[in-house]
């Protein structure tokens, strides 16, 4: 039973060895085949265009040719013009070898030895009107007639010659072209027949691949079905084995009674031999089932660490993303921090500069238009609070002389209405950290002749923003934590909590801030309200 599985999975495992090669083999030739087709079909189109130029060239040395025996007839005719030419002109040169010699003789006899240079004159006359001496003026005359037209001809015969030169070395350099093509078509008919038999065993390895592939897949599906039916035979194993063990207890427990009842038989000895073989086959059995399952578990095992390791990547990969945004934070924690200590500094330029002494010529009026920083108008009211009251007494008589308002709530209210207004205007603000605005101002012991003084109240401020370290964590947290508001609920905030000090110490002093403490704060909690309202609407 053991030897039954572990055959069927050898055989699997060639026949999917022997699949894969197939498929493989398969690829690579056709492949191959498609290479051979791309270049079969090259060399089909080299070969057109080659009988093509074939026949042009065809076409061209028939043309020559025509052209050739046009020239060689005219040539004949050019001979046969000049070879009667050349005799007609041999015989007019004895004829006049002949005259010459019967003149010189005549004139011998006569006792002449030089013409006179009016005797020819005198003879071509006397000739003339007798017939007997035209042939002969004819063929005098025909003479240079014959001789004048001997070199035009010459030269005529020269170029015809050349040109019959060139046309016989472009008849023979088409013809040796002609040969190389048809040696070129040749070895291109060849090569294609050589393709065409590749092809044809390609083919044919194709189809006996296809052929071992279906007769593979053929037997894998009868391993299949092997292995199904010696899984369904397994299952029935198992479960006779179950029913097996249930007996075999079954007869342990009567072989127990028989024992403690009777003596051993021989039928008892029978049952015992076949409860072992049994115990040893149902022993073979389990442990093959245990070997699948250890097999099996270790599958499982693979794929769960496989899953493990993909989440532990995926959890990398967020944490890293999550370093990138504490970093981006730290960043702007950082660029907080710069634009705080900016600020500070700057605060205190303005408190060197309100600790100055002041100027013998009174204070200006107020502006009518609102100033760029809220904070400023608080300082410049309460600056005006400790300068514009000299006494308790005399206080509104000399703001009613003055003709300003007659309480500090209604130019409190003024100022944050301008705020409001320059909010809704899109006027941009200056950005506040928000550690600053959970900082709490620490009363400084000074002495209780001036609890109102707006520069005490400043170096208070400043004295506990150059001492960061006593501010708790808890603070810190809660600032980063509130970072995401809005700017004007951060700054309402901070002018909150730092009035609230303010009238902690101004209590400390006297009861002439009660009023004032009265009044801040629910000037400072309407324009949050009224910023909410606009934000929702």
Do not use: W
Not at 349 to 375: D, F, I, S, V, Y
Not at 432 to 458: F, H, M
């Amino acid at each position: 039973m053991e030897a039954a599985p572990n055959t069927s999975g050898n055989q699997r495992g060639e026949l999917k060895h022997l699949l894969q090669e197939a498929a493989q083999e398969y690829n690579v030739l056709h492949a191959e085949n498609d290479k051979a087709n791309a270049k079969c079909a090259l060399l089909a189109q080299e070969r057109d265009a080659a009988m093509q130029e074939l026949v042009k060239l065809q076409q061209v040395s028939h043309l020559v040719l025509e052209e050739v025996n046009a020239m060689q007839t005219q040539l004949e005719v050019q001979k046969s013009c000049r070879q009667r030419a050349e005799s007609f002109a041999t015989t007019l040169n004895k004829e006049n070898k002949k005259l010459k010699r019967m003149s010189m003789a005549i004139m011998a006899k006569v006792g002449i030895h030089e013409f006179p240079d009016d005797l020819l004159d005198e003879v071509s006359k006397e000739l003339e009107p007798s017939g007997e001496g035209a042939p002969a003026a004819s063929s005098a005359a025909a003479v240079p007639a014959a001789e004048a037209p001997a070199p035009a001809n010459a030269e005529l015969l020269l170029q015809h010659r050349q040109a019959v030169k060139d046309l016989e070395m472009r008849v023979t350099e088409l013809t040796e072209e002609r040969t190389r093509l048809t040696e070129e078509l040749k070895a291109a008919e060849k090569e294609k027949t050589q393709l065409g038999e590749v092809i044809f065993h390609q083919e044919q390895t194709f189809t006996n691949y296809n052929h071992v592939s279906v007769l593979a897949l053929a037997e894998f599906a009868e391993v299949q079905k092997q292995l199904e039916l010696e899984k369904e035979l397994r299952q029935k194993a198992e479960e006779y084995a179950h029913k097996m063990l249930v007996e075999q207890k079954k007869m342990q427990r009567q072989s127990q009674m028989l024992l403690q009842s009777h003596a051993a038989e021989q039928q008892l000895m029978e049952a015992l031999e076949d409860n072992a073989t049994l115990t040893s086959q149902l022993e073979a059995e389990r442990r093959s089932h245990q070997l699948q399952v250890k097999e099996l578990q270790e599958k499982l095992e693979s794929l769960e660490l496989r899953k493990e390791l993909e989440s532990l990547q995926r959890r990398l990969e967020l944490a890293e993303e999550d370093m990138r945004e504490k970093d981006a934070r730290t960043e702007r924690a950082e660029a907080s921090a710069r634009d705080l200590k900016h600020e500070v500094e700057e605060l205190q330029k303005r408190l060197k500069k309100a600790t100055e002494p002041p100027a013998p010529p009174p204070l200006p009026p107020m502006p009518a238009l609102p100033p760029a920083n809220p904070l400023r108008t608080l300082i410049a009211l309460l600056k005006k609070k400790d300068a514009g009251l000299p006494s308790k007494g005399n206080a509104p008589e000399g703001s009613a002389a003055n003709g300003e308002p007659d309480s500090l709530e209604e130019v409190r209210k003024k100022a944050v209405d301008e705020m409001m207004e320059r909010i809704r205007r899109g006027v941009p603000l200056k950005p506040v950290g928000g550690t600053l605005a959970r900082v709490k101002v620490q009363p400084k012991e000074e002495s209780c002749d001036k609890p109102n003084s707006a520069i005490v109240e400043l170096k208070g401020i400043l004295n506990v923003m150059k001492k960061p370290s006593n501010v708790d964590k808890t603070q810190s947290t809660t600032a980063l934590s509130e970072a995401g508001e809005t700017e004007l609920e951060r700054i309402l905030r901070r002018r909150k909590e730092t009035t609230d000090d303010l009238l902690v110490d101004g209590n400390e002093g006297g009861n002439g801030n009660m009023k004032y403490s009265q009044s801040l704060p629910s000037v400072v909690k309407k324009p949050s309200e009224q910023e909410k309202k606009n934000q929702v609407g």
